[in-house]
């Protein structure tokens, strides 16, 4: 059974400040997917990556995809109140595609 | 743009009741899944559908049955609730089946059984 673990699970910060989510996987990825949820709505796409060792780039965002296609990281630089959510990794090897657990992100002014 | 639409938005059942959550989606999307989401946590799949007549099980099918006689409809059936199915749904389809296409996602239905 493929699990997506993300850390740190919850994450209090002051604005200006720099962050990193992970999200590691027990198998490979076929493509790994970052979404943002905000309080009563559903998550929203951020980036796609499918090839192993990508970086990708969105405004301050930035998301790396393992060399090993296990794993990926999402840093955020100069966080601002506006980057307040619930981050979540999305993948899997196949057409079950899964939600990691999840990091709870609050950005203080 | 319709989107994802699901209903009921709330919805109350007492334990042992039945009822069925709808979602329908206009985009001409293949995938179609369904998550549970619980407070402070990620969302869980219940079950997915990578088109019509074909349905599969995710992380947690258990109490939960689904169907998929059309590209637009996957409802998602609760046949005899119990406290512990007591959270917020959400139905999501993409146009992609492999994880490589965005998922669209309804506005969720809170769901409370006593």
């Known amino acids: 059974t493929q699990l997506l673990e993300q850390s740190p699970q919850f994450l209090s910060i002051q604005e200006g400040e720099n962050l990193t989510v992970y999200c590691n996987s027990s198998?490979?990825?076929?493509?790994l997917q970052w979404y943002r949820q905000e309080p009563g709505e559903g998550p929203v796409l951020l980036v796609t990556v499918v090839t192993g060792g990508e970086v990708k780039k969105l405004k301050r965002l930035t998301f790396q995809f393992g060399d090993a296609r296990k794993d990926s990281s999402l840093h955020i630089t100069a966080a601002q109140p506006g980057d307040t959510g619930l981050y979540l990794c999305?993948?899997?090897?196949?057409?079950?595609?899964?939600f990691g657990t999840g990091t709870l992100l609050a950005v203080q002014p | 743009n319709a989107g994802v639409t699901q209903t009921p938005k709330f919805q109350v059942l007492k334990t042992g009741q039945s009822m069925t959550l709808q979602c329908a989606q206009d985009?001409?999307?293949?995938?179609m899944s369904w998550y549970r989401q619980d407070p402070g946590m990620g969302l869980r799949l219940i079950h997915y559908s990578v088109g019509a007549g074909i349905t599969d099980q995710g992380e947690v099918p258990n109490g939960y049955n689904v169907s998929r006689s059309t590209t637009e409809d996957f409802p998602l059936r609760l046949l005899s609730a119990a406290p512990s199915q007591t959270s917020v749904y959400f139905c999501a389809s993409s146009y992609y089946g492999a994880g490589a296409g965005e998922l669209f996602f309804g506005e969720g239905s809170r769901l409370t059984v006593l």
């Open positions: 198998s490979v990825f076929s493509s």
């Open positions: 999305h993948g899997g090897a196949t057409n079950k595609l899964i």
């Open positions: 985009m001409n999307h293949e995938y």
